[in-house]
């Protein structure tokens, strides 16, 4: 076989209405061709993300009758917490409601204004916590994350040469940590190298600076070790987790990735003082330390789902099926960024609508013939998420990757439907020259692409 088959049964089935062409061209006309406003029951395969969208085995959902609720001290807390501390090794846990909050405690505790975080390449909310402080958020990942069609192991390594140049220009004092983001999903999906980040540890520890993880998607960054860094194969990836752990100070989580939950997250290190300012600030905007804005049985579910996730037959087929979808479109001839990622493959916009250019956000014009066509919703990664203005002209900084992405939910969809989506997508591609651009006609001044209104320019 080229991909292993499914290792589960599906148990509980949820209909998917299918909808007209004409109904999907009114509905992206009232979201303002942004697919972030289209309702979900009117999505036929839902590949906007994979945050919070898993499947939950039997198992989890036994757990959530096991939910003790009690404001203080629940048992779910401490069975979470040993969890998570059997697994990242760190001293502290601090559960929040998702990742971004997560992100939120960790920043607004220890950035303060003219400060500079480090990391291979910042995702969208971790970006907006950072710059939120008044600080720079500097991505510093190796050369080849950028080319499309680099086919590099490890793309979402550590440049350790700008890391040590940018931390000898701002100065060690202006750097609270660095960070880096496990796979590195701005970059395609991309995993680090545990030689990357034992080297990248080494560098801050020399500097006196704390080492972060984004570890949302870490089980999988694993299993690309094991599969691809020599030395590792015949290690569980459990023990891969807690070795790449080791290198650092701690860590952020959305655990509504690798956590295999719909809900959830948490903030792990070593720093006492430093625990003890984010704990002060969860208690004012998100609850008590044992439950951090989540219900007990919310808990439950995550440590059992992180537990879940290390198994090698689980993450086999993820990465198989993934790995699936983006070999199809290869054999069709539609531009993706390589090599395959863990979560998601990447449409490179940029060569799929040569005709548009990146001020016409060719990226986000794709999701809409995507979604009007076929009923499929994928996400834009590129000038309308990433895009900056020039504080001197006024004009776009556009980002180098322009592209879909393609994010595939956690043992939701069936290979069947995966076939679905790569045959979609190459038929869009032989008819790619009647795709139209765009123009924005509204912008947040924050994290503009969940809230952004368009207008299709004419052909």
């Known amino acids: 076989m080229k991909f292993p088959s499914e290792p589960f049964k599906i148990k509980v089935v949820e209909p998917i209405r299918r909808t007209t062409r004409e109904e999907r061209d009114r509905l992206l006309r009232e979201a303002g061709y942004n697919l972030f406003k289209v309702p979900a029951e009117s999505v036929y395969v839902d590949l906007l993300t994979d945050s919070g969208t898993s499947a939950m085995s039997d198992n989890q959902w036994a757990g959530l009758m096991l939910g003790d609720e009690s404001y ?40 303060k204004p003219g ?63 660095v960070m880096i ?21 080494e560098l801050c520890r020399r500097y006196g600076i704390p080492l972060f993880f984004d ?78 804005g989540l219900a007990g049985r919310d808990l439950e579910a995550m440590a059992r789902g992180l537990k879940e996730v290390l198994d090698e037959e689980y993450l086999e087929f993820r990465i198989g099926q993934v790995r699936y979808l983006g070999e199809l479109l290869e054999q069709g001839g539609v531009p993706i960024l390589k090599p395959v990622g863990g979560h998601a493959v990447y449409l490179n916009a940029k060569e799929f609508l040569p005709h548009i250019p990146q001020s016409q956000f060719p990226a986000q014009a794709l999701c809409v013939a995507l979604y009007r066509e076929f009923g499929i919703r994928g996400v834009e990664i590129g000038t309308v998420m990433f895009g900056k203005k020039d504080p001197s002209t006024g004009r776009t900084i556009h980002p180098e990757l322009e592209m879909v992405r393609l994010a595939i939910p956690r043992r939701v969809y069936t290979n069947m439907q995966i076939t679905y989506v790569a045959e979609s997508i190459i038929e869009l591609f032989r008819t790619r020259e009647a795709i139209h651009g765009l123009a924005m006609t509204y912008e947040a001044p924050v994290l503009r692409h969940f809230t952004a209104r368009f207008e299709e320019l004419p052909a």
């Open 115 to 177: 400060m500079c975080v480090p990391n291979n390449i910042h995702f969208d909310t971790t970006r907006a916590n950072v710059e939120h402080q008044g600080a720079e958020a500097l991505d510093v990942v190796v050369k080849e994350a950028y080319d499309p069609h680099c086919d590099m192991p490890f793309k979402g390594n550590m440049d350790l040469v700008r890391l040590e140049d940018a931390i000898n220009r701002v100065g060690r004092n202006r750097i609270p940590l």
């Open 181 to 201: 983001t496990i796979t590195n999903n701005s970059g395609g999906g991309q995993p680090v190298s545990m030689a990357n980040i034992r080297a990248t540890s």
């Open 215 to 292: 570890a949302c998607r870490f089980a999988e960054n694993c299993f690309f070790i094991k599969e691809r860094e020599p030395g590792y194969q015949t290690k569980s990836i459990a023990d891969i987790a807690r070795e790449l752990f080791s290198y650092g100070d701690g860590c952020t989580m959305s655990a509504k990735k690798d956590g295999l939950v719909n809900i959830g997250g948490f903030l792990s290190l070593n720093n006492a003082e430093w625990v003890q300012g984010i704990t002060n600030r969860l208690i004012l905007v998100e609850g008590f330390p044992t439950y951090g």
């Open 72 to 111: 203080a001290g629940s048992r779910n807390f401490y069975h979470f917490e040993e969890t998570v501390k059997s697994i990242f090794g760190y001293r502290y846990v601090i559960p929040t409601h998702q990742g971004r909050m997560a992100e939120n405690l960790l920043f607004s505790t220890v950035v």
